[in-house]
């Protein structure tokens, strides 16, 4: 009998391998620009036209991409290489209509279906297919997925030529330093900040191109298409311990292609269990069927980072006829339930999951890569530093894309949440009077020109992402609502239809979400601040966007600014021309109380300083009148797709800055900080249990090293609360410390395991940090050990004889080139060892080569250490 299990699950698998296949287009491309062809596309799609003379081109990608990839353009994320790329503007569109060519092998067999995906293409293109033209309309819209039945299409001797036109934006915008340039850039379904922004120059194709995966299809008779999963929480959960049930709600569309009936089981198998319904499908006819309702028992249950794991089930829907498996879906399924809940107190949108409320500590994310350069790897590792900071949203801003599945899976991975706005934005959309714009605001509210392709496009980028555990919010546009036509379908119509969970905020910092008393645009500020103002100043409630500075380190500096450029700015002086391109803003008077910078090194050494302390007083700031005053904000902004230097936790080659490890402190789920307004010692507990029996600690040290105790008291706090302890004024003050001092915060359960520390360092009574321009040089001990491939241990040891060993860089390097291994994920760094003292830091990287540690600090010489 076992035998015949194993033949039959053979021959099951055998049937399956037929029933469906599905593989990328993602290599082989040749392209050539449309003034240098003069065939068309039946004539190219035909296998006996020539195209060896034609340029590799890189699908998907844009056509500056491909450009760049053959050498014919400048890197335009060096300098001032940008500058050097014909922007289309003034070369028309033309000059990045390209023609693109893929030959393929594939046939159909029996019954076999062929399917032709693009998941996305900006902004129109024509499909051909040897020698017959594949798509009966334009293809157009940057944000629309398209699929084509090409099974009659194909060549009998399965050589297939597949040819592409695609064509620019109709409206590609004047890049005249606007937001968005002059603005009519929005008048498309594109990206809008193509035309250049604050944050990024214009990029010159507008993303031109074939930018997201092409995918062949292969079914059997029957086709399942766009499932939707809804998972539902009810009552308050616990991350741990048994769970009452959950309910399930799947449905999926069924498309017949033949021209047959077709009659079978359609199911879906998960934790388990298998849910069964017998249906029929007409010739021609597209249904959607939707299963009866499951009761999970005792789930596994999915929880933003800080606040519990991430369980993702299996979930795998087949249709079966026959006893032949003739299509099949499989998906991540994070069971959850999110709800909004108005907090009165504070006037804003209040986030639960499953029924716990949550502190939201979001960033914004403008997109991976400005040039759409998207890849698995990348989403990971961005989305894995968002983990590392210690935060559970991700906004994504309305002037990109809606983000693409990878993303998202890398978001269900770590348990980021996200707000996902759609393409629109004040600045382009008509928010604002602009002198900097074309049209006047009347003319702009009504962009982009189509509205019912923009709704197909909404209703096919909902159905693409609405299964995941981390989707918990949408947004109507950025800081601007989608016009009425838009706006009500999407609220009253196509949500409710197709997702019916998640709230719409009609747009990014709307009453709804945070009621704005303070007036002005219900978002930022966004220049670099005084710390104490993050504690002393209320601002919205629930700020969509507040941010700062973000230049990153010396080596950061170097990979994008020649070494003649290499200038450091100056406080009320203009920055050095690349600088400025890349929209550099001022640190103002912060760098200079720790000395005027005397080269660009000793600038980003001292930036990092003011970046760790800005971002950790931010979220410090927002946690300490949590539920008071605030239910959450949002960082503007996380990371750059460009080589800006601003807002960014970490650089664009994914290179961390000490904001990320600033915010990574300030944004801890157990958390003791000091208030900078009344020197009270507080503590935070994002948690839903109450922690007991802590010891809360405070100790102060000079310039020298010496200690000087203050308390320690054994308290509890209870779940999502904030507790002040004691203050430190009077300590300070009998300790008189002129030229500043280092106050050392630690937090130790019973067994004396540090659970939270916080260090500070306090300038003199002038507001000059004069005690750490003279503070000694310290030679910590340094080792470092890999017992595993891929995680390297580091360990630093500080004498107690010896003054703090201050604001330590610490960076994996590849030991033959020198050059840092990025992305590498550190459990710290920007770290500071007390004397007598030693602290642990773990490194997570990818790669075979030979590793070393380098090691440098304010006062710790530049040392490099051989991985053991």
């Known amino acids: 009998m076992k035998k015949i299990g194993i033949i039959i699950f053979g021959l099951l698998s055998v049937f399956l391998a037929k029933a469906q296949q599905r593989y990328e287009l993602n290599s082989g491309w040749l392209c050539a620009n449309v003034k240098e062809v003069s065939a068309n596309g039946l004539q190219i799609s035909e296998k006996g036209f020539s195209i060896s003379s034609w340029m590799n081109a890189t699908v998907p990608g844009t056509v500056l991409t491909t450009l760049l990839n053959n050498k014919k353009v400048p890197d335009p994320f060096y300098g001032m290489n940008n500058e050097k790329i014909a922007d289309i503007y003034k070369t028309g569109n033309d000059h990045y209509t390209y023609w693109f060519v893929k030959d393929f092998d594939e046939k159909a067999i029996g019954n076999e279906q062929v ?7 900006n902004y129109k293109a024509d499909i051909f297919l040897n020698g017959k033209k594949v798509n009966q309309n334009v293809v157009e819209g940057m944000h629309l997925r398209s699929q084509f039945n090409i099974t009659k299409l194909l060549a009998t001797n399965g050589k297939n030529r597949l040819a592409v036109i695609v064509h620019p934006p109709d409206v590609v915008g004047n890049p005249n330093g606007g937001q968005g340039g002059d603005g009519t850039i929005a008048r498309g379904l594109t990206t809008q900040y193509t035309a250049g922004w604050d944050w990024i120059q214009p990029t010159r194709d507008r993303n031109t191109g074939i930018w997201d995966k092409v995918t062949i299809e292969k079914t059997q008779s029957i086709n399942i298409l766009n499932p939707h999963v809804i998972t539902l929480v009810p009552g308050k959960r616990l991350a741990e311990g048994p769970q009452k049930n959950a309910v399930v709600k799947v449905s999926v569309e069924v498309e017949n292609p033949g021209l047959k009936p077709i009659s079978g089981v359609l199911q879906y198998e998960l934790a388990g269990q298998v849910i069964k319904k017998p249906i029929s499908i007409k010739p021609s006819e597209k249904s959607e069927i939707n299963f009866p309702d499951f009761a999970l028992q005792n789930p596994k249950l999915w929880w933003p980072n800080g606040y519990g794991a991430q369980y993702l089930y299996d979930l795998k829907i087949q249709f079966i006829s026959n006893a032949k498996i003739l299509d099949q879906e499989s998906l991540k399924v994070g069971v959850r339930q999110i709800d909004n809940i108005w907090n009165e107190h504070t006037k804003s949108m209040g986030a639960y999951v499953n029924g716990q ?56 991975k770590y348990g980021l949440l996200v707000f996902q706005d759609f393409w629109f934005s004040g600045d382009c959309n008509g928010r604002w009077v602009d002198p900097l714009k074309k049209d006047d605001q009347w003319t702009r509210r009504k962009y982009p020109d189509n509205h019912p392709l923009v709704l197909t496009a909404i209703e096919d980028q909902i159905k693409m992402i609405r299964n995941h555990a981390s989707l918990a919010f949408w947004c109507g546009g950025n800081e601007i609502t989608p016009p009425e036509d838009i706006l009500q379908p999407l609220k009253n119509d196509i949500l409710p239809r197709l997702d019916g969970t998640r709230i719409l905020f009609d747009f990014s910092n709307s009453d709804e979400m945070s009621y704005n008393t303070i007036g002005g645009n219900g978002d930022g500020p966004y220049g670099i601040q005084n710390p104490v103002s993050f504690w002393a100043t209320k601002t919205y409630p629930y700020n969509s966007e507040v941010g700062s500075v973000g230049v990153g380190d010396y080596e950061s500096l170097e990979r994008f600014i020649p070494k003649e450029n290499m200038l450091a700015p100056q406080f009320k002086e203009k920055p050095d021309s690349v600088w400025d391109y890349h929209k550099y803003i001022g640190y103002d008077e912060h760098i200079n109380p720790y000395g005027k910078a005397k080269d660009a090194k000793d600038f980003a050494m001292k930036a990092q300083l003011v970046n760790y302390d800005q971002y950790r007083a931010l979220m410090e700031g927002f946690s300490n009148k949590m539920w008071d005053w605030y239910t959450g904000s949002i960082i503007w902004k996380t990371q750059n797709p460009w080589t800006a230097m601003r807002g960014q936790m970490y650089d664009y080659y994914l290179d961390p800055n000490a904001c990320l490890y600033g915010l990574r402190k300030g944004s801890e789920p157990l958390h003791v900080m000091m208030n900078p307004i009344d020197s009270m010692v507080t503590v935070v507990n994002n948690g839903f249990t109450t922690r007991d029996n802590l010891l809360v600690q405070a100790k102060a040290y000079d310039m020298e090293g010496k200690e000087y105790f203050y308390s320690q008291v054994f308290n509890s706090i209870g779940p999502s609360s904030v507790r002040r302890y004691f203050p430190l004024n009077d300590f300070l ?16 359960n019973e067994a004396k395991n540090t659970l939270s520390e916080n260090l500070y360092w306090l300038p003199g009574k002038d507001g000059k940090y004069t005690g750490l321009q003279k503070i000694k040089p310290v030679t910590p001990t340094i080792l470092a050990s890999e017992k595993k491939k891929g995680a390297v241990i580091v360990t630093l040891s500080n004498d107690k004889d010896n003054p703090v060993a201050f604001f330590n860089r610490i960076a994996l390097i590849d030991a033959v080139s020198g050059q840092r291994i990025l992305p590498a994920f550190y459990s710290d760094n920007y770290i500071s060892i007390l004397p007598g003292e030693s602290k642990t830091i773990s490194v997570e990287y990818t790669g075979n080569q030979k590793t070393a540690i380098e090691v440098y ?7 490099r250490v051989e991985v053991r």
């Open 115 to 121: 399917w032709l995906q693009f998941r996305g293409i």
């Open 857 to 863: 600090g304010w006062n710790v010489e530049r040392k």
């Open 733 to 748: 003050t009998k300790l008189d410390k002129k030229e500043g001092v280092f106050i050392s915060l630690k937090i130790l």
């Open 357 to 412: 409320k949550i502190f939201i500590k979001g960033g914004n994310w403008i997109i991976s890569d400005a040039m759409l350069r998207f890849t698995d790897a990348r989403y990971d590792a961005e989305v894995r530093y968002h983990k590392d900071m210690n935060l559970n949203l991700i906004r994504i801003w309305g002037g990109a894309i809606l983000e693409r599945p990878e993303f998202y899976n890398a978001c269900d």
